[in-house]
T-cell receptor, first 113, second 114 residues
Framework: SQKIEQNSEALNIQEGKTATLTCNYT??????LQWYRQDPGRGPVFLLL?????KEKRKERLKVTFDTTLKQSLFHITASQPADSATYLC????????????FGKGTKLSVKP | EAEVAQSPRYKITEKSQAVAFWCDPI?????LYWYRQILGQGPELLVQ????????DSQLPKDRFSAERLKGVDSTLKIQPAELGDSAMYLC????????????FGEGSRLTVL
């Protein structure tokens, strides 16, 4: 069956450390993968996109890797801050004409001061 | 900055009643999506429009849900009759035609069915 799994429901880290979130998928062949941030009671906000032929993408303190052999994406936040506390969703883009995304359940990140 | 507008933000209704949600996407965005997000889960696609045409409604429970985008701009999602299991956040998103697939979400409409 097709599955998207994000490593844990919750991740607690200390301010200043690097947060690493995992997204694994089974029986999908995504053309690209996206990461979104969602605050409680709000809609998701786009962070980064990485295509199947890209290994790594960076944006400020964020870094995403994409390994199509392992069927895994890693999302890193360096020098984490309490303001980074939120739920982070990975989403697979299957490409083609439709363009809709298949979302994981998300990982709730808490950064403690 | 352009935003996706949704209303109402919150809706409480009794089961068997009708409920409607409205979405106005970012101007110029040809593709519009309705997602449902149950608490603790990721968003799940209900329906996708390209301009005024439905591209994918395979996960839309068509016995009670309907969606339209008559002029290819704003959209309405309706539930009739509402059931207890429909309690969720209903998210509207839009994207550019031929874009990278980045979705711009609205703030959502939180539905509680009593």
């Amino acid at each position: 069956s097709q599955k998207i799994e994000q490593n844990s429901e919750a991740l607690n880290i200390q301010e200043g450390k690097t947060a690493t979130l995992t997204c694994n998928y089974t029986n999908y062949s995504p053309a690209y993968l996206q990461w979104y941030r969602q605050d409680p009671g709000r809609g998701p906000v786009f962070l980064l996109l990485i295509r199947e032929n890209e290994k790594e993408k960076r944006k400020e303190r964020l870094k995403v890797t994409f390994d199509t052999t392992l069927k895994q994406s890693l999302f890193h936040i360096t020098a984490s801050q309490p303001a980074d506390s939120a739920t982070y969703l990975c989403a697979l883009g299957l490409g083609g004409s439709q363009g809709n995304l298949i979302f994981g359940k998300g990982t709730k990140l808490s950064v403690k001061p | 900055e352009a935003e996706v507008a949704q209303s109402p933000r919150y809706k409480i209704t009794e089961k068997s009643q009708a409920v409607a949600f409205w979405c106005d996407p970012i101007s110029g965005h040809a593709t519009l999506y309705w997602y449902r997000q149950i608490l603790g889960q990721g968003p799940e696609l209900l329906v996708q429009f390209q301009d005024e045409s439905v591209v994918d409604d395979s996960q839309l429970p068509k016995d009670r849900f309907s969606a339209e985008r008559l002029k290819g701009v704003d959209s309405t999602l309706k539930i009739q009759p509402a059931e207890l299991g429909d309690s969720a956040m209903y998210l509207c998103a839009s994207s550019q035609r031929g874009g990278t697939g980045e979705l711009f979400f609205g703030e959502g409409s939180r539905l509680t069915v009593l």
